[in-house]
């Protein structure tokens, strides 16, 4: 399983990004797909999730402001941020679950700076 993900960038606060994640193979295969972020010094965390069955999950800190979508034509997920702010200034991590087994993609730097 390979990911690619793409989309990152530098971006004005309250400006928008659309982070974009191409997984090798069918993506509607896996039973979970998303997003994580890594900012320096912090732990590793769950952005969006996409679950097979039960439908998307947010972390708190982005519920409202990002929208997570699965194009399955395209086998991509997809990750539009909106309203961003320096906080979510971060190195994105696309990931996804096949099987009980994680897979990562490479990280895509995300900054946010007047």
């Known amino acids: 399983v390979q990911l690619q993900a793409s989309g990152g960038g530098l971006v004005q606060p309250g400006g928008s990004l659309r982070l974009s994640c191409a997984a090798s193979g069918t993506i509607s295969r896996f039973n979970t797909i998303g997003w994580y972020r890594q900012a320096p010094g912090k732990q590793r965390e769950l952005v969006a999730t996409i679950t097979r069955g039960i439908g998307t999950n947010y972390a708190d800190s982005v519920k409202g402001r990002f929208t997570i979508s699965r194009d399955n034509a395209k086998d991509t997920v997809n990750l539009q941020m909106s309203s961003l702010k320096p906080e979510d200034t971060a190195v994105y991590y696309c990931?996804?679950?096949?099987?009980?087994?994680?897979?990562w993609g490479q990280g895509t730097q995300v900054t946010v700076s007047s």
């Open positions: 990931h996804a679950v096949l099987v009980r087994v994680d897979y």
